[in-house]
C-alpha cells in the first residue's frame, strides 16, 4: 500500500516564486492536513480539511493555500515564497472526518523545501 | 484551547537502561493523548493512544505510558533502551477539531 505520498521530497524556490506541494493518499481518508516541522518548535497546523470542498486554517495558514476537490488529494500552495517559509511539510491524513476522535494519523515522508 | 509541553528536549541514556519522556498537558476537552515517533529523514509514526480507556497503555516496541489526570502527564516509558529507539518523540493531546504537538524530545541512545 502507498499509504500517504509526498511530492516532491526537495526543492528549492527563490523568493517570490510559487509552487505546489502535492499530497495523495490511497486510504479513503476523510481528514487530511498539512503541517510544517522547524528545528525546536515541533510541528504545526497549516491547513485542514474534513472531507472533500471543506478546508480550514490551522495555527499557521498565512502564505499558504489548499483545496480538497478530491477524497484523494490535498495540495498545498505556496502563493509567493519567502525564505520564513523554509521547513520540512508533512502531509497526514486520518480515517475520520473528525481526527480529533482518534488522533491516529498517517504522514507522508515529508518535502524539504528550502527558499532562498 | 489545549496544550502541551515536553519537559526535556534531549534525553541520553545507555543501551539496556530505562527511558522517561516527560510530557504534560493543558486541555479544556476530556482529551485523548497520544505518543509519536519520528527516526531521521521519516514521517512520523504513532506509537501509542490513550482515549479513556485503560490509563496505562501499552504501545509498539515494548513502549508504554501511564495517563495521570491529577498530575495531568503522559509519560512514555521503556523499560530498556535499544540503540534502534533513538529518535525524536512527540506527545500530542487533541482538541475539537485538531491535534496539537509538542516540541518534542529527542531520544539519544549510547552502546
Known amino acids: 500500500n502507498a499509504g500517504v505520498t509526498q511530492t516532491p521530497k526537495f526543492q528549492v524556490l527563490k523568493t517570490g516564486q510559487s509552487m505546489t506541494l502535492q499530497c495523495a493518499q490511497d486510504?479513503?481518508?476523510?481528514?487530511m492536513s498539512w503541517y510544517r516541522q522547524d528545528p525546536g518548535m515541533g510541528l504545526r497546523l497549516i491547513h485542514y480539511s474534513v472531507g472533500a470542498g471543506i478546508t480550514d486554517q490551522g495555527e499557521v495558514p498565512n502564505g499558504y493555500n489548499v483545496s480538497r476537490s478530491t477524497t484523494e488529494d490535498f495540495p498545498l500552495r505556496l502563493l509567493s515564497a519567502a525564505p520564513s517559509q523554509t521547513s520540512v511539510y508533512f502531509c497526514a491524513s486520518s480515517y475520520s472526518g473528525l481526527a480529533a476522535n482518534t488522533g491516529e494519523l498517517f504522514f507522508g515522508e515529508g518535502s524539504r523545501l528550502t527558499v532562498l | 484551547a489545549q496544550s502541551v509541553t515536553q519537559l526535556d528536549s534531549h534525553v541520553s541514556v545507555s543501551e539496556g537502561t530505562p527511558v522517561l519522556l516527560r510530557c504534560n498537558y493543558s486541555s479544556s476537552y476530556s482529551p485523548s493523548l497520544f505518543w509519536y515517533v519520528q527516526h531521521p529523514n521519516k514521517g512520523l509514526q504513532l506509537l501509542l493512544k490513550y482515549t479513556s480507556a485503560a490509563t496505562l497503555v501499552k504501545g509498539i516496541n515494548g513502549f508504554e505510558a501511564e495517563f495521570k489526570k491529577s498530575e495531568t502527564s503522559f509519560h512514555l516509558t521503556k523499560p530498556s533502551a535499544h540503540m534502534s529507539d533513538a529518535a525524536e518523540y512527540f506527545c500530542v493531546v487533541t482538541g475539537y477539531s485538531t491535534l496539537t504537538f509538542g516540541k518534542g524530545t529527542m531520544l539519544l541512545v549510547s552502546p
Open positions: 486510504m479513503n481518508h476523510e481528514y
